[in-house]
Every structure is written in structure tokens, then in C-alpha cells.
């Protein structure tokens, strides 16, 4: 009797325990925001959070390119420069007519935005579709795939970039206003300036969700990630699942570019690089596993937002740049090991 | 060519299935199959041939082809040579889904299930219902109930596989097959993580689908299983096609004969031990979480074999792996000579003479990429160390011992060791334990998956042990084996201990129904 008493009690703590497991993601969001508001009271505003959701976004729309990739066991070292070449195109595309040392002299009238976004998605889903060539057809492990497309990726855009004939290697900037607009025009919602950015951060999240849970491409790719001989022996298409998923990755990765182009409005050679690395911190803090198969789209999203938190509240508190990367590089550390718990068998 | 027309619900859904067969009523011909590994001829002119509504054996030892031969008809493997012939047209699948889509579905040996998904995710694997393009959660839900319904599965279709227990996981995957509405069902060893009333289920189904038309191939060890449930029996050895009969004029006798070549007088060696000494004591052992062994309290002598008997689900493994420490210990004491010792992990486990050796092979026993001697060797790496360093000199040294004494067939040391067949896979993962010099070994389904050749094997290498002074614990489903080699039973019960037999002393004949009695003890 007393033993069965017991036994109900622990199960009650186990269960709380297990409950604190599953949503320490957004406790540990939560202290931070908390700890900084002791701090600087003044942090909590409408525009500071504002702030935070419009530099996710364009980082969220990636990490939620690369998650898919991560969920296959793979990853994606390549983001950067894809995202960099990309963004380079696009921005060679929209420059002012205006503007006397254009990339492309030759257009003189403004060219219709549809037509750079096509062009950036079609070289990002080009180059992460070759990556999937790569680790579904050749065998090759995504780490060793993607290290070199990152490089070839870097070696385009150089050779793009500098080749301008006003000057080499020469940033290009002096966007068109409509360009720059779609990014950082806002809407007014009941008196608060929304940045259309975080709009599409959102939507972008929505069909991904819809991608992952509702279409048999998103629920083979975790069944691919989780077990790929069961997924090749219930008749999965192993191959079309890998390619379907890094073609979407890729899709995500040319819209981020094009959306990242009009954020900084000045591409350089330089754009992009270690992009790989926010996105990937993103989808591990997550809780996307790196042994594969398991993650969620709000997931992706908390982590962003956790991230973009952390390097805003930091900035905004002043702490020392260098103290930053520290503080950046233990929470990582600190909330995956707390998120991978769940997933650890009791024994 | 006859056609054989059935219509109405089949299953659940709702069409017309034709069945086609030549003159002679054969629904599948595996002709002259040939497939060469690396070092081995796996099938060297391997046949079968498979008629409609018939339930065929496929029997043979371990290594003898039986898998290899049906992974070349699912696609898996691509065969060197020889003709398949299905519903009287050649046929030649290149990938399972190739052979799915031809009403070929089979249920592996190894678990294939992608653990954290749930179960109707699994099941629908590869053919998830679609509704305007998106994946129907819905139908799919509806429809894992109604083929549990006709099966009279009880789990919940939105269960994560693998939070299950490793004979539902068989069940639900049982139930994948079923669900693929084949003409050809291939069951590779189902029953050999399934308790007793759960291969009479498994039974139930398969003579379900039989009056439907389907023909099923059947390999399992359990012979008389295979003579109750079978039609025909076809016998292979070392790839090669032995012989096919009607399952009526065999006997087991016969089936071994021609499965090992000679006769088998005998499926048990001799007992020879004497149990001394108590060498180790333990006291209301309670795991920390569920399920778990409850309150288990017995001991262990010097020289003994102890069988650890139970339903499938009365936490036998739970028990052994919460003694050894990969489990989590609540409450309770172990002594070893008296002393008492904490097994925390599986390290010090080792260091206080324990050896384990796990239910599941491929998960939590070997490194399938990795060659004889690594897999031989892992647990003792301590004892090689000269200088810092590894001798490969000794490694090499106690590999041969492994390979010799427990008579393994393998090409060299360097093979990987996912080349072996099961029983030989076995064989290494024991001389791993035995190299580590244990005083008590917890074996967990020792002889699972590996056929009669090689268990009489590891019975007596099991009693050898025993007769060198070591105790053995064994946990097994299979009574007869335990009945056939150990000292006492322990039953399990729902987490407790029901009773301990003593062969010994208790009447033989009544061994196999008190087992039974106490097994329902707490449930």
C-alpha cells in the first residue's frame, strides 16, 4: 500500500519534470527576457521587440531552408555563399537607373521585381538541388558536399562581383526604392509599424509547417532522417526525398537572399559569410537533432527568435563585444544539452 | 492460366483482386537464384516455388540463404542469376517499392521502423493517403483502426514506435504488411520476439489471408510451429535447395536431418554441472522507472544456470539490465560473496565480474562496420593496453580464441562483422563477454534468431561456462530450451517474482505448466 503511494507520487514529479524537459526552450527564452528586463527595464518596448522579429526574419526564412537538411542528418555549410551569390545577382539587378556605375548599364528602365526573385531562387535552388545530387546519388556525406559547393558558391560571386566596369570589387548598392521597400516598408496595425519582413517570416513558416506535417514529402523526410533502410524498404523514394527537401532548402535560400539584398542594401563579396552557422545554431537551439528525424517548424522559429534575443539584448546592454561571442557560445551549448534530455531513454 | 477472382472488401478497401497463376496453381517460381558476397556464395541455385493460399516454410540454418533468397525476390539485393516468375510473367523488382507495387510485402527479420514516429505514420509509410495533395491524418488514423480492428490489434495507431515493446513493435509491423493488401506475404522470423498466445494470433491472421488468397512465405526455427502452421516446407543449406515437401509427412526429426545434413539426436546437451556455493544475492530489487522489476528478490549459486521465464512484458530484461546498472536502480541490494556492490553503470558492472549480453543484437550489441576483431575485443580494451597503446598482437591473439572456441565461420578476423549470419554474429558477441573473464553472465534471448545447428552450440558452450565454475543467468521465451539446460526458473510476473522452479528436484512433466501458472501470477 505504501509502496503504491510512492509509486503515485514519483509519478507526479516525473511528470512535471518531464513537462519542464519538453518546453525548456521557451523557459530558457523567457529567463533571458526576464534577466535583461531586470537589468534595463527600458528593454521592454514594442519597438525593441519589433526590432528582434525583423532581424529574425530574414535569418528564420534559412533556418528553415537548412532545418529540413538537418532533419535528414545532414547540414549545410554552403547557406552563406549561396545566400552571398544570390543576393550579389540580385543586387546587381536592382540598382537605380539612376545610378551612373550600375552593374548593368544597359537597363534603363526598372525591372519588375518578380524577375530578380526568380532569378535569385533559381541559382540557390540550382546549387543546394546539386547538393542533393550529391549526398543522394553520389553518397557523399552533406558536410563534405556542401563544404565544397560553399567554396565553388564563393568563387562565382567573386568572380561576378569584381567583374563591374566601373571599378572592381566595388559593393553594389544604390538600390531601387521599390526594392528596398519590400523588406522596410511597414503596415500599421492599430498605431504599430510592422515591417512587412516579419510578415513573410511568418507566411514562411506557415507553409513549411504545412510542408513537414501535411505532404508525404515532409513525413518521408523524417522517416528518411529516422530510419532510412525502413524508409527504402516501406517503398519511400530515398532519392526523390533527398532532392525534394535540399530543392526546397534552396527555394528558402533564394528568397532569403533576395529578402537579405534589400535588409542591408549594399552586397559585397563578403555577404552571407557565416550565415550557415547562425541557421544551424538556430535549428540545434530548436531542437532539430543533428542524428536526424526529429524537429518541428515552432521549433525553428523559437530558436531564431532565442538567437536574434541574445545578440539584441546584448547589443542593447552594451556588453563587450568579445564577452558577446562567450555568453552566445555557452547558451548554445546550454540549451541544446537541456533539449536533448527528452530524447534520452530513461533507464 | 486460371483466374482467380475475389471481390468485395478486402480488408478495408474496397476492390477487385485478380490472381493469376499458371497451370500447375503456382503464384510464385524462384528458379536456379544465384548471389555471390564478397568471400560467400550466398544462393547458389536457390528455388521455391509458392502456390495460392498456401502458407510455405522456408527453413534452413542460420546462414543458410533463407533472408538473402528473399531479399532478392523484395528487391533488396539484386540476384546474379536465375529467373522469377510471378503469376506466370518473369518479373525482376530492383527496389521494394518495385515489388510492393506488385503485391510483394514482407515483414523483415531486423526491425525496420523509424522509432520516433507513431505508428499509423509507419504503417502508411510510403503510401500515405493524400487529400487535395496534403497527407489525410484522418483517413490514415481511420484506417490503421479498421486493420487493427480486423486483426484484433490492441495499440493505439498514434503510439510512438519507440516507446513500444519490442513483440508490439512486431505486431504493428505485422500489420504494415497485412496493409499493403499483397498476393505474395513474406514473414522473415516473426514470431521470434512473440510469446506464445501472440504467435496464436499471428496464426489467426495468417489463416485469415490464406482463405483470401494470398500466398505467404514463412522462415522461422520454431519447428513446431512450422509443422502446425505450414502447408509446405521447403529446406535450403548453404544456399542451395534441399528439398520441398508437404508439410503433413514430415517430422521434426526429418526437418532437422535435412537441414543440418545428419542427424540431431538430441536438441540438448547433457547436463553436467553442479551448482555450488550462493555467489550472489539479491534483495528487493526495484528499478527507478517504469516499467521496471519490482521488489525481486533471489539468489545465485556458484556453477549455475538460472532461466529468468515470463510473458513477454514481465520486465525479464528490465531485471537483468537494472542488476547490470544500465538501469536505474530505485531501492534493493545486490551481493557478490556476501559483499554488497553498486552496479551503477555498466562499467563497474564489468569490473565486478558481470558480463551482459543484449536482446537485441543489431541495436545494442554489435558495430555492424566494424570487423571481427574490433567486435571481439571492445568490451576488454583495458586488457590490451601496453605502452598507452593498443597491441594488436594480443587483440589478434584473443580474436582467434573467440573465433576458434566458439567455432565461428568467418572468411578472416578483418570481416566486417555484418557479414556473418545471426547465430555466428552470436557466437562473437558472446567471446566478447568471455574475454572480459565474467563470473556471472546475464544472457538476454541468447539463442534468438539462430537456428538449431548453432543453439546446441551455445547450449553447451552455456553449460561449459557453468561447469567452469561461472553462473549464468538466461532469459528466454522459448520453455523448452529453458527447461532443457538450466538448474532453476525464475518466473516472472508483471515485474515481480512469481516463483522459482527447481528442474532438479520438480517433477519434468509438469515444469512447462507451473511455468505458465505463475507466469499470470500478477497480471
Given at each position: ?12 514529479k516525473?511528470?512535471?519534470s ?9 523557459f ?17 518596448s ?6 528582434i ?28 555563399r ?19 556605375s ?12 518578380i524577375i ?15 547538393n ?8 557523399l ?13 564563393y ?7 569584381e567583374?563591374q566596369?566601373m ?7 544604390t538600390f531601387d ?11 500599421n ?7 512587412y ?25 523524417f ?9 527504402a524498404v ?10 525534394g527537401v ?5 527555394i528558402m535560400?533564394?528568397?532569403g537572399?533576395?529578402?537579405e ?14 550565415y550557415?552557422?547562425d541557421?544551424?545554431?538556430a ?7 543533428f ?5 518541428n517548424?515552432?521549433?525553428?522559429m ?8 541574445i545578440?539584441?539584448?546584448l ?8 564577452l ?21 531513454n530513461?533507464? | 492460366?486460371n ?7 478486402f480488408?478495408?478497401v474496397k ?13 510464385l ?6 548471389k555471390q558476397?564478397?568471400g ?9 516455388d509458392l502456390?495460392?493460399?498456401e ?18 525476390l ?6 546474379d ?11 525482376n523488382?530492383?527496389?521494394?517499392k ?10 523483415h ?12 505514420e ?13 497527407v489525410?491524418s ?38 504494415k504488411a ?24 499471428l ?30 516446407v ?9 528439398a ?11 526437418i532437422?536431418k535435412?537441414m ?19 555467489l550472489m544475492?539479491?534483495?528487493n530489487l526495484?528499478g ?20 529468468i ?5 514481465s ?6 539490465q537494472?542488476?547490470f ?20 553503470d555498466?562499467?563497474i ?15 545494442t ?31 589478434g591473439t ?15 578476423q578483418?570481416t566486417?562483422?555484418k557479414?556473418l ?5 552470436q557466437?562473437?558477441i ?10 556471472i553472465?546475464?544472457l538476454?534471448?541468447p539463442?534468438?534468431g539462430?537456428?538449431?545447428?548453432a543453439?546446441?552450440e551455445i547450449y ?10 561461472k ?5 528466454s ?5 529453458l527447461?532443457?539446460i ?8 508483471n515485474g515481480?517474482?512469481a516463483g522459482?522452479?527447481d ?12 511455468i505458465?501458472h505463475?507466469?499470470a501470477?500478477?497480471?
Amino acid at each position: 500500500m505504501e509502496k503504491a503511494i510512492a509509486g503515485k507520487v514519483k509519478f507526479d514529479k516525473r511528470k512535471i519534470s518531464e513537462f519542464l524537459l519538453n518546453y525548456a526552450l521557451y523557459f530558457i527564452l523567457g529567463i533571458i527576457l526576464i534577466v535583461v528586463v531586470i537589468i534595463e527595464p527600458k528593454f521592454l518596448s514594442l519597438t525593441n521587440l519589433i526590432n528582434i522579429l525583423k532581424q529574425a526574419s530574414t535569418k528564420g526564412i534559412l533556418a528553415l531552408g537548412c532545418a529540413g537538411l538537418i532533419v535528414l542528418a545532414g547540414t549545410d555549410l554552403s547557406l552563406g555563399r549561396i545566400l552571398g551569390l544570390s543576393a550579389a545577382v540580385t543586387a546587381s539587378i536592382v540598382q537605380s537607373v539612376t545610378y551612373a556605375s550600375r552593374y548593368y548599364p544597359q537597363i534603363t528602365k526598372p525591372v519588375p521585381l518578380i524577375i530578380p526573385l526568380l532569378i535569385s531562387i533559381a541559382i540557390a535552388t540550382a546549387i543546394s538541388a546539386f547538393n542533393g545530387f550529391g549526398v543522394a546519388k553520389l553518397h557523399l556525406h552533406a558536410f563534405i558536399v556542401t563544404l565544397g559547393t560553399s567554396l565553388i558558391a564563393y568563387g562565382i560571386t567573386c568572380i561576378y562581383v569584381e567583374n563591374q566596369a566601373m571599378g572592381s570589387a566595388m559593393a553594389l548598392s544604390t538600390f531601387d526604392m521599390r526594392f528596398t521597400n519590400i523588406v522596410n516598408g511597414t503596415v500599421n496595425l492599430m498605431g504599430v509599424r510592422i515591417p512587412y519582413v516579419i510578415f513573410y517570416f511568418f507566411i514562411a513558416s506557415f507553409v513549411m509547417y504545412i510542408i513537414w506535417n501535411k505532404t508525404t514529402l515532409g513525413k518521408n523526410m523524417f522517416a528518411v532522417g529516422g530510419n532510412e533502410e525502413a524508409a527504402a524498404v516501406s517503398g519511400v523514394n530515398v532519392t526523390k526525398t533527398i532532392m525534394g527537401v535540399y530543392i526546397i532548402a534552396g527555394i528558402m535560400y533564394g528568397i532569403g537572399a533576395f529578402l537579405e539584398a534589400a535588409r542591408v542594401q549594399s552586397v559585397s563579396t563578403s555577404t552571407g559569410f557565416n550565415y550557415e552557422l547562425d541557421a544551424i545554431s538556430a535549428c540545434v537551439i530548436g531542437g532539430i537533432s543533428f542524428s536526424g528525424g526529429v524537429g518541428n517548424v515552432p521549433g525553428i522559429m523559437v530558436g531564431v527568435i532565442i538567437l536574434q534575443a541574445i545578440n539584441y539584448s546584448l547589443y542593447y546592454l552594451d556588453v563587450n563585444a568579445y564577452l558577446q561571442f562567450i555568453i552566445k557560445g555557452v547558451i548554445i551549448i546550454l540549451a541544446v544539452s537541456i533539449d536533448v534530455r527528452k530524447y534520452l531513454n530513461k533507464k | 492460366m486460371n483466374d482467380i477472382v475475389r471481390q468485395g472488401t478486402f480488408f478495408h478497401v474496397k476492390r477487385k483482386v485478380v490472381i493469376r497463376t499458371t497451370e500447375n496453381n503456382y503464384l510464385l517460381e524462384m528458379v536456379d537464384i544465384e548471389k555471390q558476397f564478397p568471400g560467400v556464395k550466398a544462393l547458389d541455385h536457390a528455388r521455391l516455388d509458392l502456390q495460392v493460399g498456401e502458407i510455405h516454410a522456408l527453413m534452413g540454418e542460420n546462414g543458410a540463404g533463407k533472408s538473402t533468397l528473399m531479399k532478392c525476390l523484395f528487391g533488396v539485393y539484386n540476384k546474379d542469376a536465375g529467373t522469377i516468375h510471378m503469376e506466370g510473367e518473369e518479373v525482376n523488382f530492383t527496389n521494394p517499392k518495385h515489388a510492393l507495387d506488385h503485391g510483394v510485402a514482407m515483414v523483415h527479420q531486423e526491425l525496420n521502423q523509424v522509432l520516433r514516429r507513431n505508428i499509423m505514420e509507419n504503417m502508411w509509410l510510403g503510401k500515405f493517403p493524400l487529400k487535395n495533395g496534403l497527407v489525410d491524418s484522418k483517413k490514415m488514423y481511420a484506417d490503421t483502426l479498421k486493420i487493427f480492428q480486423n486483426l484484433d490489434i490492441k495499440l493505439n495507431p498514434k503510439d510512438i514506435i519507440g516507446n513500444l515493446s519490442v513483440s508490439q513493435r512486431q505486431m504493428a509491423e505485422i500489420a504494415k504488411a497485412v496493409s499493403y493488401n499483397a498476393k505474395i506475404l513474406v514473414l522473415d522470423e516473426p514470431t521470434s520476439s512473440l510469446a506464445d498466445e501472440e504467435v496464436e494470433h499471428l496464426f489467426r491472421i495468417m489463416r485469415q489471408l490464406c482463405a483470401k488468397g494470398v500466398g505467404i512465405i514463412y522462415i522461422s526455427h520454431r519447428m513446431d510451429e512450422i509443422l502446425r502452421i505450414s502447408n509446405k516446407v521447403t529446406i535450403m543449406r548453404d544456399g542451395k535447395w534441399i528439398a520441398t515437401r508437404d508439410a503433413s509427412t514430415l517430422s521434426t526429426n526429418e526437418i532437422v536431418k535435412l537441414m543440418v545434413g545428419r542427424d540431431l539426436d538430441n536438441r540438448f546437451p547433457p547436463k553436467t554441472n553442479t551448482p555450488g556455493e550462493v555467489l550472489m544475492e539479491v534483495k528487493n530489487l526495484t528499478g527507478k522507472y517504469m516499467p521496471t522489476c519490482i521488489d525481486a528478490s533471489f539468489d545465485l549459486r556458484e556453477g549455475e544456470v538460472l532461466g529468468i521465464s515470463g510473458l513477454v512484458g514481465s520486465r525479464r530484461t528490465e531485471l537483468i539490465q537494472t542488476i547490470f546498472g544500465i538501469m536505474k536502480k530505485e531501492s534493493g541490494e545486490v551481493y557478490v560473496k556476501g559483499k554488497l556492490i553498486h552496479n551503477k553503470d555498466s562499467r563497474i558492472a564489468i569490473n565486478n565480474g558481470f558480463a551482459l549480453l543484449t536482446e537485441e543484437r543489431r541495436a545494442t550489441g554489435l558495430f555492424p562496420e566494424m570487423g571481427i576483431t574490433f567486435n571481439a575485443t571492445v568490451a576488454n580494451f583495458r586488457s590490451y593496453v601496453k605502452w598507452g597503446l593498443l597491441s594488436s598482437r594480443k587483440m589478434g591473439t584473443d580474436t582467434k580464441w573467440v573465433i576458434d572456441s566458439m567455432n565461428v565461420k568467418t572468411p578472416s578476423q578483418k570481416t566486417h562483422i555484418k557479414y556473418l549470419s545471426g547465430g555466428n554474429q552470436q557466437k562473437v558477441i558472446i567471446g566478447r563477454w568471455l574475454l572480459t573473464k565474467p563470473k556471472i553472465l546475464l544472457l538476454d534471448e541468447p539463442t534468438r534468431g539462430i537456428d538449431v545447428g548453432a543453439k546446441f552450440e551455445i547450449y553447451q558452450l552455456i553449460l561449459n561456462l557453468a561447469n567452469e565454475g561461472k553462473s549464468v543467468i538466461m532469459v528466454s521465451s522459448e520453455m523448452p530450451e529453458l527447461i532443457g539446460i538450466c538448474d532453476r526458473i525464475l518466473v516472472m510476473s508483471n515485474g515481480r517474482v512469481a516463483g522459482i522452479l527447481d528442474i532438479n528436484k520438480d517433477d519434468n512433466g509438469n515444469a512447462q505448466e507451473t511455468i505458465m501458472h505463475l507466469s499470470a501470477k500478477f497480471v
